[in-house]
């Protein structure tokens, strides 16, 4: 059997605090989107995917000592991990677990609640180092005693996506036997703002793939998988496995994707072949589709230049959960996975019309469907574009 | 030379740091993008923050953009006629 | 396997490269340490030079060094390494946003202040499509990058990767590296970090990157051969695993000939360092960098600049040497770095 096993997940999301509620959300097209609470910003008017829990409320839950320094994205993070250990069959992660993580900004909401604290208040100085996405991956590691390879990767939206992969050839090459894998960012008023002045954000519920698609809506999220190698798995459920995977730069801009779709083109490809598949054996697309102009576009563009004139069934999740960022990609691998597990299409929500230019449908309507290999996107700035294969264990 | 076309030229050298270049140097009919002085997509949604932040002046749709960036003349027009301070 | 080979190479630092022949150093009065200036016009078209940010410009300007003298144009992939990522570009976004109260704000700074800015800007540059990756663990980041790079390579997929690893300083952002204790209180000269018995250490921004074939050409410095990386780990457990990581490059401790150690004078942690000066590697040429180019994230890539310096001139210079042992033609070469006891990373290098 190809590829590499996942024996365990977890999910925090604004469409559920775990893979169970998720699952149901995504079954009955609840989306997640409201107007930002949590996060205390002055573009309140923005409809954003936020996890409606506090920090404090998280903090309880996973009963850390008050004076404790972990990041929102390692506060949700590390609940995304507990539901990971507790239905990997471990009571605690053995000592030699790897763990890559994918974010892109990290612990900025803790730079940003006190950037003007730091001088006059000690109290807070503990988050200081909380600015680079590092800090953040070490919190979650110290919660579940994880010492060996720890790393993060931080590609902007592909981030999670390229934890994956790396997990993955860490396993094939044999450099690990266990890693968890995923990612985590949260809302922030510096992400919210940054994308507001690109302006692309949309001011309603995001529309994927649709003609009138005018921006995305901003989410948070944590969600890791784990990876096993062949040896260790015994008699252990797998869950899929993840059997394709590609990189490549679509070298065009800095934030914008190309007209032609290059760099998406060449990252689906690449998993494709990685996979040992050809493209008619994609049953499902877990497309990026941000809603944005420019990335469904290119996205689309990208997929008839792979599959011709039949693309398989493909939606895009954004718009249940928002765009997540570092995390989209682990995010929708588990959407992949449980595609795949209860044979089933999740639909892209508030699509109304095709794009003039490529004429795509995107599957709207809940669907029960045999699903054996699924294709995800992931698309960054910086020209990142991640594919990632999920299978079937058969 | 009216004052606004000065004065757009000594905003743009500043504000997309185009710091080897003098207000001189930028013609009235000069292509911004392109062949001409070569800026680039970002440079043109910095030219929006411009609009709004000197002369109050919002635009909803970043593609209506390319028409007004084309020259400082195209520029010093849509401001005249559009401008709220 | 192929072998991976060291072709190329280039660094900014506060030292210039020439530091290694001529042996006269930059002394710095002062905690924080620019990185020296460097023509940036030589290389980066000064309509894209006006937007970066130093961390960019450092790391555009040295690939295109290490790429050029390794003679590759399009490398099959390029993997950063970076800790604290695009700091000024993130500072300035923060600081218009706090300030304007989320009034309006330029895009410019938010799109640069992303952590794979360089990475993005180096693909842009070369038009390189090939995998791109950054990597930010703290101390660990450019050894993560390096990670990285064997599992490239083990695919044989790819025959020149360019890696490296960048850091820049930002004002407010490094400032407040004083106020949590990262940075030393009272100000020192660099040359005397080793000696100065307190906590804290000197920060600084530096850029290495290299060329790293399957091919040896003549250019060719050294042969890189693995890397570990450990988030934490307990003094005692550190020997132990210094000697797994050896056995499993079949070598053996006497193998060794030059360790290159990441001492920052910071009283609380140099210990790791010291126990193995005096222990371990008591008989080894023991060679330090960071009281002439000063500590940040991703400098282990100026230890591996060195390090591919000493193994193709068979010496070390002295400028660089932490005690009187002798190494005549050095042919394996230990990194062993870390940051406030966390993050630690060996890397292996040896003469091809």
Known sequence: MRGVAVTGMGLVSAIGNNIVEAHTSLKNGKEGISLPEILKTGLKDLPVGEIKLSNSDISNILQLPDDHSYTRAALIGTLAIKELLSNSGFDNFPEDTGFISGTSIGGIDKTEEHFHNYKDHPEYRKYIQAQHPGFTTEKIAEYFGLKEVVTTISTACSSSANAIMMGARMIESGKLKRVIVGGSDCLTKFTLNGFNSLKILSDQKSKPFDNDRNGLNLGEAAAYIMLEARELIGDKKILGRVSGFGNANDAFHQTASSENGEGAYLAISQAIKKAKLSASEIDFINAHGTGTRNNDLSESVALKRIFGDTVPDFSSTKAFTGHTLGAAGAVEAIFSLLAIQNAEIYPNLNFNSEMAETGLVPVTEFQKKEIRTVLSNSFGFGGNCTSLIFQKDE | MSDLHTELKKSIIEQLNLEDMEVSEIENDEHLFGDGLGLDSIDALELIVLLEKDYGIKLTDPNQGKEIFNSINTMADFIEKNRTR | ?????????????????????????????????????????????????????????????????????????????????????????????????????????????????????????????????????????????????????????????????????????????????????????????????????????????SAAFFTLSSEKNDSTYAEFKDVQIINKVEKSDLISKIEEFLSRNKLRLADIDAVI??????????????????????????????????????????????????????????????NAVNCNAPRNILIYNQYLGRNHGLILLQSH
């Open chain 3, 1 to 205: 396997m192929s072998k991976i080979y060291i072709n190329g190479i280039s660094s900014v630092s506060p030292q210039s490269e020439d530091i290694y022949e001529n042996e006269i150093p930059q002394t710095y009065n002062e905690n924080i340490l620019p990185a020296i200036n460097i023509d940036y016009k030589s290389l980066i078209k000064p309509m894209m030079l006006r937007r970066m940010s130093k961390a960019v410009k450092m790391g555009l300007y040295c690939s295109k060094k290490a790429l050029q003298e390794a003679g590759i144009a399009d490398p099959g992939a390029i993997l950063v390494g970076t800790g604290q990522g695009c700091m000024q570009d993130t500072e300035k976004f923060m600081s218009n946003m706090l300030e304007s109260e989320e009034g309006l704000l330029s895009p410019t700074s938010f799109i640069q202040s992303t952590h794979n800015t360089v990475a993005g800007q180096i693909a842009l540059d070369l038009k390189c499509k090939g995998h791109n990756m950054t990597f930010t663990q703290n101390s660990a980041s450019f050894e993560t990058a390096l990670l990285d790079t064997v599992l490239l390579f083990e695919d044989e997929q790819v025959q020149n990767i360019l890696v490296g690893g960048v850091d820049e300083t930002s004002e407010e952002f490094t400032g407040f590296q004083k106020l949590d204790g990262q940075i030393k209180e009272a100000s020192i000269n660099n040359l005397d970090l080793f000696a100065s018995g307190t906590s804290g250490t000197i920060i600084s921004e």
């Open chain 3, 261 to 322: 150690l990441g001492r920052n004078g910071d009283s609380r942690f140099d210990h790791y360092y010291e126990d193995l000066q005096q222990g371990l590697f008591a008989e080894k040429c023991q060679v330090g960098f960071k009281h002439l180019v000063g500590d940040n994230n991703s400098v282990s890539s100026y230890a591996f600049w060195l390090a591919s310096k000493i193994l193709k001139e068979k010496r070390i210079s002295q400028i660089f040497k932490l």
